[in-house]
């Protein structure tokens, strides 16, 4: 059993869990509220009450950093599942957004903890959008509320998208979400910018695309789908 904490406001679930690193025992941490929540690239992101805030220690024996992408699979897996759940039917925008009709319904920002060149521990944060007012955000996001009649509440949410953490994934259920691939792509790589075909995303987590004919990796990148 994995030890649950529910606190009312923290300035980031990602930062707050550090503190039980010494105890060396996985923890799920949630939130009503993040002050200062975390987006990935150094983003904030928006954590008003009634969405979910969650962070998931865990601990691992023998966790190759090659391996890193399986832990961000995994999450993203658990939070498809939970929206599937609901009867919402989400796609998975590379490497780590989770979207329902083009719009940001949830975000998952990871930090492995390193020791001896292996992963020793990762700090798996995952934001959902349930009841949380998205209108600042100008029509880029979601939330659960508004594409349910009967929606559930966030601490429902939280409880299912742990459950669903728990049960272990395999990688085609992560690509199975990935609808993107085959199509057409926008991708930023710096102050680049261009058009490919994505094309399939490989075992480590490097997004494969066509441009022009030439076919590489991306391992890290921004991408448009469509225009
Ligand atoms: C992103 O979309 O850029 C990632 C967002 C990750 C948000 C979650 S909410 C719980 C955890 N605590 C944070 O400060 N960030 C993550």
């Known amino acids: 059993m994995m030890k649950i904490e529910r606190l009312p406001s923290v300035p980031s679930t990602n930062d707050y869990i550090r503190k039980y690193l010494p105890a060396r025992e996985n923890i799920a941490l949630f939130a009503d509220v993040q002050t200062a929540g975390k987006g990935t690239k150094g983003r904030s992101f928006l954590s008003d009450m009634g969405?979910?805030?969650?962070?998931?220690?865990?601990?691992?024996e023998d966790m190759a950093p090659a391996n890193a992408f399986r832990i961000m699979a995994h999450a993203a897996v658990s939070v498809c599942r939970t929206l599937e759940g609901c009867g919402i039917s989400p796609e998975i925008k590379w490497p780590n957004d989770v979207r329902v009709s083009g719009k940001k319904i949830a975000g998952i920002l990871i930090e492995n903890g390193l020791r001896e060149g292996k992963i020793d521990h990762s700090v798996i944060g995952i934001g959902l959008n349930v009841k949380n007012d998205v209108s600042a955000l100008g029509g880029i996001a979601v939330n659960m509320?508004?594409?349910?009649?009967?929606?559930?509440?966030?601490?429902?949410?939280?409880?299912?998208?742990?459950?669903?953490?728990r049960r272990p994934s395999a990688f085609g259920e992560y690509l199975s979400h990935a609808h993107f691939?085959?199509?057409?792509?926008?991708?930023?790589?710096?102050?680049?910018?261009?058009?490919?075909?994505?094309?399939?995303?490989l075992p480590d987590g490097r997004l494969e695309i066509d441009r022009g004919g030439k076919v590489f990796a991306l391992s890290s990148a921004e991408i448009t789908i469509g225009n």
């Open 181 to 201: 691939l085959g199509n057409r792509i926008r991708v930023r790589e710096g102050e680049e910018e261009y058009f490919a075909t994505a094309r399939r995303i």
């Open 51 to 60: 969405g979910v805030y969650l962070s998931i220690l865990v601990f691992y």
């Open 145 to 165: 509320e508004s594409l349910l009649h009967d929606p559930p509440s966030a601490e429902e949410v939280g409880k299912a998208l742990l459950e669903n953490f």
